[in-house]
């Protein structure tokens, strides 16, 4: 098993930043080969990929939603099995629900979940 842990959201004003962070803990052999990827969810819109760090053979290879490209940065720290989701130039639209989600390998079904993290930006 695999538990993912989530923080860093809260309330920020429009053009400001924030850190997400998502903490995996468990099964040692399957964090060492974990995709771990972001999503959103606002009210009454279906769910958001943001942004995600795939595990390969050859290293980590990293994607994002068009929505959030060029403000948003995803990273990885392998030692603390954790991944960040820099958030700059905050706009109202970015706020949502913030998830974690993992999975084993390159091309994974997500299996493992966080609880979620509120971001709120005011205009």
């Known amino acids: 098993q695999v538990q993912l842990v989530e923080s860093g959201g809260g309330l920020v004003q429009a053009g400001g930043s924030l850190r997400l962070a998502c903490a995996a803990s468990?099964?040692?052999?399957?964090?060492?080969?974990?995709?771990l990827v972001w999503f959103r969810q606002a009210p009454g819109k279906e769910r958001e990929f943001v942004a995600v760090v795939s595990w390969t053979w050859s290293g980590d290879e990293i994607y994002y939603g068009d929505s959030v490209k060029g403000r948003f940065t995803i990273s990885r720290d392998k030692a603390k099995n954790t991944v960040y989701l820099q958030m700059n130039s905050l706009k109202p639209d970015d706020t949502a629900v913030y998830l974690c989600a993992a999975g084993v390998g390159s091309h994974p079904s997500y299996d493992y979940w966080g609880q979620g993290t509120q971001v709120t930006v005011s205009s």
């Open positions: 468990g099964h040692t052999f399957k964090i060492s080969r974990i995709t």
